[in-house]
């Protein structure tokens, strides 16, 4: 099959260096605020970015991401605004890869063909679904890759022997839950998490991300020990809603802004 | 996206789905639990061993079979059809519940689980899975919305006298909806070693079969009395619907009989307003903890808000196999508002002196509203699927302003 090599793909390329994927809630604290922190996310060294769509009922959630979600739902940000925001960036010329993170019912309701075939119209690269697990998206699965976009898919301490299955059809990366769980910052990332990713790399071609949990340098430099990328969460999440006023608020804008930056370079630095 | 019934779609449902409801939309994490489930469950079924012990605690704790009790009065007093009650109401604990939180927590325990938790809205489930962890010496840890709990207060007084923890819940509408959300997150976090008994058809697969194989006994009975009282099978059923787990329970073994059978949902404040809980009725195809089905949402797929007075209807999604039913045609669903219901319970206890569940006055509710359309050699068969005891305080409320002046 002859096409073009993704922009994953391409990131991927030189296992030797390790990456970073940061997450954040579209439209937490504001769609605009949420534009500019992509921006210093990606002066702060990000590899991929993680665009989090927000849900009423978010269950692979921890507190921290939840009352995210309320706020960028109390500013009435849905799914269209997560794949408009992609455009802006792409416009503005952000040119990692960006994935929308959302829950599974968003995106029935837009339509699963329309929803990848604007994933691909707008640039973007893929799209990460926590509640459709392997048995219930093969077709997602196929669209996506029809149209040229990428499925995540998750394995979690659990997968067992579903890992053989998953890790078989995972475009992009393959997503390695590192604990049980919902998300959230953990005290102690589990030492198995290196044991799945071991089981994960024999089973999958797919380069393997370990996210859920991670919020430290210290951790992220061990994750990154023996994963290809370390996607963090919670921990920018808290980060940005510690700041939601100074945020909010255009005069406090760019020093809370460059804060946020700061806290995510401690991360990025840690990685390599 | 209508369907046509097909009987054998609702035997036992084909990939975790009745036609294209139904299925496991969770987090990778608890897939392997729902698969050992789904096993745990087909081989209890078929071990007799467990099928008679818990057919000896449905006998002797549960206090089953419960009657198929000709309402006499409330017949004569419509002057239509007969009608009659199938009084899950005199079940152990109060209500339908039971039936299956008992299955489910030997279940548990055959699986090597120590520990069960349970979400509950008005507490029948949350009590009925209290009741079989203290019988069965298992922990048991009940997740309940703050907004239920202080609507309940008697109930959750009696999960904590009967050995359970209560789990306040604050998240989203602190209702059953986000005590689910909440039990699914904590399951999440100790899927190996914990049970989850979740108390209606809703859910990932396999627990909409597992609960309606466990609550199929009420329609089983039903059947097995109204041929030995009446000579013949009821000519209609109606059930109210707020999950569904009485209802299917009621429904299935009458399938496919040539008989009407009918849901009722809660329409709350009426079904013109935003306040109601009438999924079926108005909502569109979505997925809810973990199935597709019929859900409440807003155009983007958010997950709306479920009123109604009674709170185990309160709840914005139903069981898939309901929306089979329904899509199917085989099934007809309705709805009725809170002061119908309301009127319904005041009814019934008038006149044959039982003090219906506000859910079960639901269903109640629309048989007052057909019997007087039926001749006299018609019998109507309602699930009565719980008693009010816990209803008292609402009704207080609501009939305490008429009593001065009647």
Redesign the interface.
């Given at each position: 099959m002859n096409r073009v090599q993704t922009r994953l793909e391409s990131l991927f390329t030189d296992k030797s260096k390790k990456r970073f994927i940061p997450f954040i809630t579209v439209g937490d604290p504001s769609l605009e605020v949420t534009f500019q922190l992509v921006l210093k996310l990606v002066e702060a060294g990000a590899d991929v970015i993680e665009l989090g769509v927000p849900?009423?009922?978010p269950?692979?959630d921890?507190?921290v991401i939840?009352r995210a979600s309320k706020r960028a739902?109390s500013q009435g940000v849905?799914?269209?605004d997560a794949l408009l925001l992609g455009q802006r960036l792409r416009e503005a010329g952000v040119s990692i890869p960006l994935l929308i993170f959302t829950?599974?019912?968003?995106?029935?309701?837009?339509g699963i063909e329309r929803f990848f075939a604007d994933i691909n119209k707008f640039d973007l690269d893929g799209a990460i679904i926590?509640?459709?697990?392997?048995?219930?998206n093969e077709r997602a699965r196929g669209i996506a890759a029809q149209h040229g976009t990428d499925l995540i898919q998750?394995?979690?301490?659990?997968?067992?022997e579903?890992l053989a299955l998953?890790g078989k059809e995972s475009g992009g990366f393959l997503y390695c839950?590192s604990s049980?769980?919902?998300t959230g910052v953990r005290q102690e990332i589990p030492v198995e998490v290196r044991e799945l990713v071991e089981q994960a790399r024999a089973n999958s071609s797919a380069p393997i991300g370990v996210g859920f949990g991670i919020s430290t340098p210290e951790q992220v430099k061990e994750v990154a020990k023996y994963a290809d990328a370390v996607i963090v969460g919670s921990a920018i999440v808290q980060e940005v809603e510690k700041y939601t006023e100074e945020l909010i608020n255009e005069t406090t804008r760019n020093s809370a802004l460059e804060n946020v930056k700061k806290f995510v370079r401690t991360l990025t630095d840690a990685i390599q | 996206m209508s369907q046509v019934y097909n009987s054998e779609q609702l035997s036992k449902p084909v990939?975790?789905r009745f036609g294209e409801f139904g299925?496991?939309?969770?987090?990778?994490?608890?897939?392997?639990?729902l698969f050992r489930l789904e096993s745990s469950f087909e081989e209890a079924i078929q071990d007799e061993s467990f099928q008679r012990e818990l057919k000896e605690l449905l006998t002797f704790y549960a206090g089953r079979p419960t009657p198929f009790y000709y309402a006499e009065r409330l017949s004569e007093y419509l002057g239509g059809a007969h009608i009659y009650l199938k009084r899950e109401d005199l079940n152990h604990t109060g209500a339908h519940k039971l039936n299956n939180a008992l299955a489910q927590g030997l279940l548990a325990k055959r699986m090597g689980k120590q520990s069960i938790i349970a979400e509950t809205g008005a507490g029948q489930h949350g009590v009925a899975s209290a009741t079989v962890a203290a019988r069965l010496g298992l922990s048991c840890k009940v997740f309940m919305g703050e907004e239920d709990i202080r609507r309940q207060e008697l109930n959750v007084f009696r999960m904590k006298l009967l050995g359970a923890e209560v789990i306040p819940v604050s998240?989203?509408s602190a209702t059953l909806?986000d005590a689910t959300?909440e039990a699914?997150?904590y399951w999440?976090?100790?899927?190996?070693d914990t049970y989850y008994v979740i108390g209606s058809v809703v859910g990932p697969h396999p627990y909409p079969y597992m609960v309606r194989e466990f609550q199929k006994i009420i329609g089983e009975e039903t059947r097995e009395q109204s041929i030995a009282q009446l000579g013949k099978l009821p000519d209609e059923l109606i059930a109210c619907v707020g999950g569904g787990s009485n209802a299917i329970g009621f429904f299935h073994p009458f399938v496919n009989d040539d008989i009407k059978i009918t849901g009722v949902e809660a329409a709350g404040k009426g079904v013109h307003t935003d306040k109601h809980a009438a999924t079926l009725t108005l909502g569109r195809?979505?997925?809810?903890?973990?199935s597709m089905t019929y859900?409440l949402?807003d155009?983007?797929?958010?997950?709306q808000e479920a009123h109604s007075v009674s709170a185990g209807l309160d709840y914005p999604g139903v069981g898939p196999e309901h929306s089979y039913l329904k899509d199917s045609g085989r099934v007809e669903y309705t709805s009725v508002t809170d002061v119908e219901a309301l009127e319904a319970c005041q009814l019934l206890t008038r006149l044959e002196g039982i003090l219906p569940a506000l859910e079960s006055s639901h269903a109640l509710a629309e048989v007052i509203k057909r019997a007087k359309k039926y001749t006299k050699e018609t019998t109507i068969a309602v699930c009565l699927s719980g008693r009010g005891d816990k209803d008292v305080h609402t009704l207080q409320e609501y009939f305490g302003n008429q009593e001065d002046s009647q």
């Open positions: 849900y009423s009922d269950l692979a921890g507190p939840q739902l849905q799914l269209p829950y599974v019912n968003p995106v029935i309701q837009y926590p509640d459709l697990p392997f048995e219930e998750l394995v979690a301490p659990t997968s067992q579903r998953i839950v049980l769980g919902v | 990939n975790g299925g496991r939309f969770v987090p990778e994490t608890l897939m392997n639990a998240s989203g909806k959300n699914i997150r999440v976090s100790h899927v190996e195809p979505g997925v809810i903890h973990g859900l949402q155009e983007y797929g958010q997950v």
